[in-house]
């Protein structure tokens, strides 16, 4: 066998086997040549292809695909180009064809036709392809993902953080790099580096805190001061957690960084302003609380609250009603539920003043509230109040509308006082000026001496009138000197009952003196503890109905004093008027009914103070109205009984 001749069997065999059907078509599209590969393509074998027209094998659909290329390739272009046709067995195949043109002195005669099955290329082609789009996908979600969480961190100017321990190697999100002014293109600065950040007290906290988590594993929270870039020091709230490998070894450290400049600014601001509230109620003495409308609690603000309100320490938060019914007095506790239901629905502002128990201790204390609502965020309300302790006020106010009282009914007393003096003027004036024109007539003598005798009468009481006068004036400029010397309480009764005989007498009256077995001596003023006796035995005598009984006596008292008692049956005092008779001004109606002898209303407020300039005391008793009355003067002995 030749050489020529085996390498034209190699070749055939070659050809034979080769997994691309390959073929010889002629000018006229006449199949010359084909190898077994036509058996995948067409379904034919060699014998059935060779020598056939190529629209026959292909049919008009397939070959109206190839023709333009078939077109192309007899003008001496080679084609390349994909298509996809159905197979013999129905299914579609992907082929991958090639013609290549066939000269013969630059005359093309005919092409080669290359058709290789890429169907497995082509499903390995759409799923690279489908693969590379779900990739896509992914990568455009996580841009698009890591672009919100950037544009989060810059709308909340908060950055994260990560430090390799080992290798000081630390990373910083976008954010971070414009909190403190860096370059995002640069590498973030290692943590030995980060002193430069924050100011020299936060750094040390930092640090602090940063030790701990290494060696503790203890997450930190912190509020630390920085340096921003051509502004004033700002404020981070910064929090940093353990990063383990799966040894369980901590490696790194991680975090967040967010700006809180302004609201720390805005906290700062309002811790500010509750350090002023705070220092203008302790000024003010005042306390605060709250009242959760939606969940009826009140809630103190500071301890002066509580204690103004009687809540003790142990005690949680009550309700307006058990508050009402276990603090306020039962008089006020309607008053501050109204008050409290008019803020509620009618939105006035809020005020109470009334009683509150006193904690700890027996008795009310008064409190004033003054409070406004304001609407939460869970439709509910809350009314914010201050409490004062205002007992004092209270009972000064009281003691000034006593005063005021006081002073109007003893300036009402004092118009009665001016105009009583008149009538009683001209009522002892009268008397005498008629008794002067009687006497300038012819009157036998009996008759003369009554004129006489009512004229001195007239002109002793004028007498006694100015000389209370007087001793008022002296009394309140404290003029009044006494005569002082050792005298003997009996000399005082005798003179005393003399000088009001005949008044007695008048009024027919039973008046009855009784001295001790002993004598009783005091260091006083004759002549005014005389007046004193005769002014109670006067008033005895006007406030006792005729033939009644008026006693005078004297007793030795205890602890080296001496008691004088003026005792009599008449009309007696009401219990709220024993002390008030002692007052200036002050006149109670005779026993008859008549004002003739009232007096001025100043005898017993003089008595009292001319006993009281002796060291003594003088006091009134009566069992009431119609049982009599008792006028008792203490005064202190000298010398031996």
């Not at 906290?267 to 003010?284: D, P, S, T, W």
């Not at 409070?371 to 007992?391: E, H, P």
């Not at 001004?585 to 026993?591: E, Q």
């Amino acid at each position: 066998m030749s050489p020529n001749t085996n390498e034209l069997d190699f070749s055939r065999r070659v050809l034979a086997h080769a997994s691309s059907m390959l073929s010889y078509w002629d000018a006229g599209l006449v199949c010359r040549f084909a190898n077994e590969g036509c058996r995948h393509w067409l379904g034919r074998g060699t014998d059935s292809v060779v020598g056939r027209r190529m629209r026959d094998l292909l049919g008009a659909a397939l070959f109206a695909i190839d023709e333009p290329h078939v077109m192309a390739a007899l003008a001496g272009r080679a084609q390349v180009f994909e298509r996809a046709a159905p197979g013999p067995d129905g299914g579609v195949r992907h082929s991958l064809v090639r013609y290549h043109p066939d000269r013969v002195d630059h005359v093309v005669v005919g092409f080669i036709a290359e058709v290789t099955d890429v169907s497995l290329l082509k499903k390995l082609e759409l799923e690279l392809i489908e693969q590379a789009a779900i990739k896509q996908c992914a990568l455009a979600a996580v841009k698009k993902r890591d672009a919100a969480l950037n544009a989060a961190q810059r709308l909340g100017k908060i950055g994260s953080w990560e430090w390799e321990v080992a290798a000081d190697i630390t990373t910083w999100s976008p954010e971070l790099y414009r909190l403190f002014g860096r370059d995002v293109r640069r590498l973030s600065p290692p943590f030995s580096e980060h002193a430069a950040l924050y100011s020299a007290a936060s750094w040390q906290r930092l640090r602090d805190a940063v030790n701990a988590a290494l060696t503790h594993a203890v997450p930190y929270h912190l509020q630390l001061e920085y340096v921003r870039p051509g502004l004033p020091d700002g404020w981070l709230d910064v929090r940093g957690e353990v990063v383990r490998d799966e040894k369980g070894s901590i490696v790194a450290l991680r975090g967040t960084a967010q700006d809180i400049t302004e609201s720390y600014s805005m906290l700062e601001k309002v811790r500010e302003q509750a350090q002023r509230l705070a220092l203008a109620l302790g000024a003010a003495d005042m306390g605060m609380w709250h009242w959760d409308v939606l969940h009826d609690t009140f809630h103190c603000e500071d301890r002066r609250a509580r204690d103004f309100l009687g809540l003790a320490d142990h005690v949680g938060p009550v309700g307006a009603g058990k508050f009402c019914a276990d603090l306020i007095h039962p008089d006020d506790a309607g008053a501050l539920l109204g008050a409290m239901a008019i803020c509620t629905h009618g939105g006035a502002s809020f005020h109470f003043k009334g009683r509150v128990r006193r904690h700890g201790a027996d008795g009310w204390r008064w409190i004033e509230c003054f409070g406004q609502m304001r609407a939460l965020q869970d439709t509910g309300a809350m009314m914010t109040a201050v409490v004062a302790d205002v007992t004092d006020a209270v009972a000064t106010g009281q003691a000034l509308e006593r005063a005021v009282s006081a002073m109007t009914e003893a300036d009402g007393r004092k118009t009665a006082f001016l105009s009583i003096l008149g009538h009683e003027l001209r009522n002892g004036l009268a008397p005498v000026k008629a008794g002067v024109q009687l006497l300038g007539l012819h009157q036998e003598p009996a008759t003369l001496h009554k004129i006489t005798a009512a004229m001195l009468r007239q002109v002793l009481h004028l007498e006694r009138l100015v000389d209370d006068i007087q001793d008022l004036r002296r009394m309140q400029h404290g003029e009044i000197s006494l005569q002082r010397s050792r005298i003997a309480l009996a000399t005082v009764l005798e003179g005393a009952a003399d000088m009001v005989r005949d008044t007695m007498a008048r009024r027919h009256h039973d008046f009855r003196v009784h001295f001790p077995d002993e004598p009783l001596f005091v260091d006083g003023d004759l002549v005014r503890l005389t007046q004193v006796l005769v002014n109670l035995l006067c008033n005895a005598a006007k406030f006792t109905p005729p033939h009644g009984v008026i006693t005078l006596a004297l007793h030795a008292g205890a602890a080296g004093t001496a008691r004088i008692v003026v005792t009599d049956n008449g009309i007696g005092i009401a219990s709220e008027q024993v002390e008030v008779i002692f007052g200036m001004y002050v006149r109670v109606p005779a026993a008859d009914g008549g004002d003739g002898e009232e007096g001025l209303g100043i005898g017993l407020y003089l008595a009292r103070k001319l006993v009281e300039l002796h060291g003594g005391t003088l006091a009134a008793a009566s069992e009431g109205v119609g049982r009599g009355s008792v006028m008792e003067v203490c005064l202190p002995v000298v010398g031996d009984r």
